[in-house]
């Protein structure tokens, strides 16, 4: 996915963080077959994947999940920018 595909379907309500999991599908595809899957919670594959995906940035980054500086304003602007470069070159 380029940054231009990426920001054509990034709309204002929707979390970008998201977007990204559901992609290729749009997201209102997405979570339609994440309810059939998890009918009980249609959140549970993204939640999972974010999870991992926070894992391996925090690896990536030499911290704990534990550690303050992990979910500072500063390093959520640092994950979402790997996040999508890492999603972009897996040709997502």
């Not at 977007?19 to 594959?45: F, H, I, N, S």
């Not at 995906?53 to 030499?62: I, K, L, P, S, Y």
């Amino acid at each position: 996915m380029t940054a231009i595909e990426y920001s054509s379907i990034v709309v204002e309500d929707l979390n970008p963080r998201y977007v990204l999991y559901a992609y290729p599908l749009p997201p209102d595809v997405r979570m339609a077959k994440d309810q059939e899957e998890w009918p009980g919670g249609c959140m549970t594959g993204f939640l999972g994947w974010i999870n991992r995906r926070w894992n391996e940035f925090d690896q990536v980054m030499g911290w704990s999940g534990h550690d303050p500086e992990a979910r500072s304003d500063e390093a959520m602007f640092w994950f979402d920018l790997w996040l999508l470069a890492s999603e972009t070159a897996k040709g997502v």
